[in-house]
């Protein structure tokens, strides 16, 4: 048997401190997940991820090193994993979604920051984040201010690599991405030894491919009336696919979805038919955040969609398979990720198309708009969301918050009145 204390200290970890963060977990995931009602069965795999999460994947991890592999870490979905695993490497997601870390992201980050960004910093200066003490490189992007800057205070701990994301759509700055993809294949090449080939790549934009459409089998489940499965347990599953195996992931949201869809079949829901339909859309929730679906859903209503990179932004659009050659590749890979509506852009009407199309297919009577404290992208965006949803009477509320339990009853107080008046 794996001796993971052991493990965690080989990682350099503090295992006080990391005794601390893990305490709380059994009792918080009791409470918000194992809690629920009639759960799809083949939850259980991923309750399994949440009860190991830094054990089983982290052995993983460590062997894979063992062998001589590398392990990269990423905070957007903007970062081409394809390209990673084709070379050999292992990527992880490292958005930090845990109060527990934000007091350490603040000993060196302004307080008066998205807590996404002082959290992930936290992570790794607390040492009680295996998945950062397992990455030999981190994987940065210049998407909002917070971010671009809080790469320069990381690189002071390890070693990180930034990807230069244009903020306009234009060919040219399709152009510019290309270029920056090309740069990150080179520097990913660097670090693992490895060439990357058209047939490892194309191997990985399949199995990318199927990743993203095993999650978009899932969505699909979560159009019917009455719902198959809470927002709580979709949310989870996109949050695991950011760490898990990529094929297991595969598989085991493939049996849950096919559990979802027999349970359409039969009628059974998780919410009686009915309940109110929420999509929330904004700024991510990295695991383990929970506090919002959790106030939502105990209020009676049902998160139906997340228009979100925990969401829909995450993987929606294929990536080409046609090319054959490597500049074919790029470029496909190019073309996908920019398809991808973060606030970073300007203008960004595609994420109010999205938001428009999404309040359709999965026949939302209410949007929930979610914004991490002082994110300013997605806060000045919340204007022309508001506006337009407002003009079609679609109801729309705006929810401020940040990691800490503090609002949690101020929050509930608004949800339910939103609640009443759909
Ligand atoms: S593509 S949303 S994952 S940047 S860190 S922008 S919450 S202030 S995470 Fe993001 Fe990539 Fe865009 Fe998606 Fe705001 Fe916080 Fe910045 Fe954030």
Redesign the pocket.
């Known amino acids: 048997m794996t001796d993971y204390r052991k493990l965690w200290s080989d990682l350099g970890m503090d295992l006080e401190k990391h005794d601390r963060l893990t305490s709380a977990l059994p009792l918080i995931y009791e409470e918000v997940y194992l809690q629920q009602p009639d759960r799809p069965q083949a939850m259980e795999y991923f309750d399994l991820v949440v009860a190991e999460i830094h054990s089983l994947r982290i052995a993983e991890l460590v062997e894979h090193r063992r062998r001589g592999g590398k392990v990269c870490g990423a905070?957007?979905?903007?970062v081409p994993v394809e390209i990673i695993r084709a070379a050999g490497a292992v990527a992880v997601g490292l958005?930090g979604g845990s109060q527990f870390w934000v007091p350490d992201g603040e000993r060196v980050l302004p307080r008066n920051?998205?807590?996404?960004?002082k959290a992930s910093v936290g992570a790794r200066l607390s040492g009680t984040c295996p998945y950062f003490q397992s990455c030999d490189l981190l994987i940065g992007?210049t998407?909002?201010?917070?971010?671009k800057k809080a790469w320069e205070v990381l690189g002071e701990y390890a070693p990180v690599y930034v990807m230069d994301l244009p903020q306009m759509k234009r060919p040219q700055d399709l152009a510019a991405w290309r270029g920056e993809i090309e740069l990150f294949l080179a520097r990913i090449e660097e670090l693992t030894g490895y060439r990357v080939t058209p047939e490892r790549l194309a191997e990985e934009i399949r199995l990318q491919n199927r990743l993203r459409q095993a999650l978009e089998r899932l969505y699909q489940t979560r159009k019917a009336d009455p719902v198959p499965i809470s927002g709580k347990d979709a949310l989870l599953v996109t949050q695991v696919s950011f760490y898990d195996d990529p094929r297991r992931f595969i598989d085991k949201t493939e049996v849950l979805a096919a559990e979802a869809e027999a349970r359409i079949a039969s009628g059974q829901g998780v919410f009686p038919s009915g309940a109110p339909r929420i999509l929330v859309t904004g700024?991510?929730m990295a695991i383990p955040n929970w506090k919002l679906h959790h106030i939502i859903e105990t209020a009676g209503a049902a998160v139906v969609c997340e228009e979100?990179?925990t969401g829909t932004?995450f993987f929606e659009h294929q990536v080409d398979e046609t090319g054959r050659t490597l500049e074919e590749q790029l470029q496909a890979l190019a073309e996908r990720y920019l398809k991808?509506n973060?606030?970073?852009f300007t203008p960004n009407p595609g994420r109010l198309e999205d938001i428009f199309r999404l309040v359709e297919a999965y026949r939302v009577d209410g949007v929930i708009y979610y914004n991490?404290q002082?994110?300013?992208?997605?806060a000045v965006e919340y204007y022309a969301v508001e506006k337009a949803l407002k003009a079609r009477g679609i109801p729309v509320m705006k929810v401020e918050t940040d990691y800490s339990e503090e609002d949690t009853g101020q929050l509930r107080t608004r949800v339910e009145a939103f609640l009443e008046m759909l």
């Open positions: 905070f957007c979905v903007f958005c920051l998205c807590p996404l960004i992007e998407t909002c201010d917070g971010k700024t991510p979100t990179c932004r991808i973060c606030s970073c991490l002082f994110c300013h992208g997605y």
